[in-house]
């Protein structure tokens, strides 16, 4: 069963679209476009009731559209590492502004065994798939997973919600990958449970990421890549 908030609640994409109408005109640019361009694949998303690829897919593009930086910033961060370290920074922004801890809760809260299982899979870590392309470096990759996997516990027992948002969120960056870059069959079996559960967990947090940005209007927020121009 994918998560979804159901109509009514504060987080569901239809009611966030009209918080979003109502404060627009309060908004700086970067902000406004990031929050426009976020809910609008968050609805797609929401209308998406057969396809857990296309489902996962739209919601990143919305992820993506929430958190992506500037377009100096982006065009030197061409690495993976680089783009994991634009999300790194959104997600420690957001977190200074979570006063009541809502992503902590919804992540080990409402899905502690889907992020367990998520954690614990091999075919969505990265230096899994290095050592399996002969990258020099990562016939270790066991022990760090082992490495990764204490490390997340440490941050839960701390409640630094932004290490774990960004080590939850490197897992699902190669999913992203897979998928994105046609490592991976349409509706596959092999993946079935990784997409079930990354969708989930995009779908319930994508809106607290919004809704946290759309809040915090005084921050001073970069101007997205491809910004409208007249």
């Excluded at 700086?28 to 929401?46: F, I, M, N």
């Excluded at 593009?61 to 100096?72: Q, T």
């Excluded at 006063?99 to 889907?114: G, I, L, M, P």
């Excluded at 319930?204 to 809704?211: R, T």
């Amino acid at each position: 069963m994918v998560y979804r908030y159901p109509l009514g609640n504060t987080l569901h994409p239809e009611a966030l679209k009209e918080k979003q109408r109502s404060l627009r005109d309060g908004f700086q640019k970067p902000l406004g476009l990031r929050v426009h361009r976020a809910l609008s694949w968050l609805r797609r998303a929401e209308a998406e009731d057969e396809d857990r690829d296309v489902r996962f897919i739209l919601l990143w593009i919305g992820f993506n559209a929430a958190y992506a930086g500037d377009v100096e910033a982006s065009a030197s961060s061409s690495a993976p590492e680089g783009e994991r370290g634009l999300f790194q920074t959104f997600f420690s922004t957001l977190v200074k502004f979570d006063a009541r801890h809502r992503v902590y809760d919804a992540v080990w809260q409402r899905f502690s065994q889907e992020i367990r299982l998520l954690l614990d899979n091999r075919y969505v870590y990265h230096p899994f798939w290095q050592h399996q392309n002969g990258v020099p470096g990562y016939a270790d990759w066991e022990q760090k997973l082992e490495r990764s996997q204490t490390a997340i516990k440490h941050a839960l027992r701390e409640h630094d919600t932004a290490r774990i948002l960004s080590i939850l969120f490197d897992r699902l960056y190669v999913l992203r990958n897979q998928l994105v870059h046609g490592g991976a069959t349409w509706n596959s079996d092999v993946n079935r449970d990784q997409v079930r559960d990354g969708a989930s967990l995009l779908g319930c947090l994508l809106p607290i990421f919004v809704d946290l940005m759309m809040d915090n209007p005084d921050h001073a927020w970069p101007m997205p890549n491809y910004p409208v121009v007249d």
